[in-house]
């Protein structure tokens, strides 16, 4: 009897645990306007590392895992490169020389793409000297570029890269960076348009039509044409189609994919202000019409910004985290939703995350950061610079 009560007593103290807020761990704070998380493993220790632009500092950085153990405190890390309005930045080995790169999007004035490119001798990549910075003259002051996407598009070469944009109504969209023979010489990059839109959220590489090839998901957030929507990779030579999946009109933001019901196919959450998840479901052959509906999430977090799908507590049910912009007051900004009886549930109870610090989220990385084995959540926030960090997730 003593043994059953004293586990009831642990289980009590761990359901009160959880019920608080995670504890959030920093990895940088130096800059301002922390914008993105984007995972690499650059120097080949199974470790995910990332690549930070911080929009208002001016800088880009890389970031080394230090592995489980020293997870906890600030990570090594690099300034890849000093640009403005960096919107996003993603590893990616340009030249393919074996040294990491990184890459570059920067809206506001600089509207340009950037590569940062890596010393070739490893020693030196926590050395910023080591480090240089050119431009893809093809996307200089073209559009406000928002994402960009290592991804082998045509079949020949190297491997290319997708790039995305904001502008009016049309004059955004999402393209492509041809690779050159010589990759190191920028100005033989050549640009493709794919599709137009009016500001691109997400960009996505994944295969939707289960035919071997890699497709692009994509949401576009304003304008009457805002839509989720995939490009098809019809065959080796570039041709791509566009296949509209939902969600048209509204202001669709940072999406996430993943089997939501165990029926083998893939469902897309993404979210929508104010505070809304739209949760389309494919048919069995995606280029017919999907299903929507939504579920809502209560007004103490901020509004809809990002979302993944994954078991956060462990117990087999896949779950849904978001972050949130505008979580100012008392709102929290990071938060998981979980189902009671079926996916299909209306009404999801909300666990909080973060708490009432925050104001600017984005998108979601889960990992096991602490090696503890359950997924941890990485983002970063601009607004009140708490700069890119990780929560601990105290399931065990």
């Known amino acids: 009897m003593r043994i059953t009560w004293l586990l009831l007593a642990m289980l009590a103290l761990t359901m009160i645990a959880t019920a608080e807020p995670w504890k959030r761990h920093t990895i940088d704070q130096s800059s301002k306007g922390a914008d993105g998380v984007r995972l690499m493993d650059v120097n080949g220790d199974g470790l995910p590392d990332v690549a930070t632009g911080w929009e208002e500092g001016g800088v880009v950085r890389a970031y080394i895992n230090p592995g489980p153990k020293k997870s906890k405190s600030e990570w090594p890390a690099v300034t890849v490169g000093r640009v403005n309005s960096a919107e996003d930045a993603v590893f990616f080995d340009v030249d393919n020389d074996g040294a990491i790169d990184v890459v570059s999007s920067c809206e506001g004035k600089t509207k340009s793409i950037f590569v940062h490119w890596a010393p070739k001798d490893k020693t030196r990549y926590l050395d910023e000297s080591a480090w240089t910075t050119e431009a893809f003259p093809v996307t200089a002051n073209k559009a406000s570029w928002m994402f960009a996407m290592p991804l082998q598009m045509d079949g020949k070469g190297g491997v290319d890269l997708v790039v995305a944009s904001k502008g009016k109504v049309g004059s955004g969209g999402v393209g492509w960076l041809e690779t050159p023979e010589n990759p190191r010489d920028l100005k033989a990059w050549k640009f493709h348009n794919l599709a137009q839109a009016a500001w691109i959220m997400s960009v996505r590489k994944t295969d939707m039509d289960g035919d071997g090839d890699l497709d692009i998901?994509?949401?576009?957030?304003?304008?009457?044409?805002?839509?989720?929507?995939?490009?098809?990779?019809?065959?080796?030579?570039?041709?791509?189609?566009?296949?509209?999946?939902g969600a048209v009109g509204e202001q669709v933001m940072f999406l996430d994919i993943a089997d939501l019901n165990g029926d083998g196919r893939r469902e897309i959450v993404v979210p929508v202000p104010e505070r809304d998840f739209i949760i389309l479901s494919p048919p069995r052959d995606p280029r017919e019409k999907w299903q929507e509906r939504r579920i809502s999430f209560p007004a103490k977090y901020g509004t809809s910004k990002g979302a993944r799908i994954v078991d956060v507590d462990g117990d087999g049910k896949v779950d849904i985290v978001g972050t949130c912009e505008h979580a100012d007051r008392e709102l929290s900004g990071v938060f998981w939703l979980s189902y009671s009886q079926s996916p299909a549930d209306m009404q999801w109870t909300d666990h909080d995350i973060g708490g009432p610090v925050g104001l600017k989220y984005d998108r979601i990385e889960m990992i096991d950061v602490d090696g503890d084995g359950d997924l941890d959540l990485m983002s970063c926030e601009e607004r009140d610079q708490l700069g890119v960090f990780w929560y601990e997730n105290p399931t065990r």
């Open 217 to 245: 998901l994509a949401s576009d957030r304003k304008g009457q044409n805002s839509r989720v929507f995939w490009l098809e990779h019809q065959n080796a030579a570039g041709r791509w189609k566009e296949h509209v999946i």
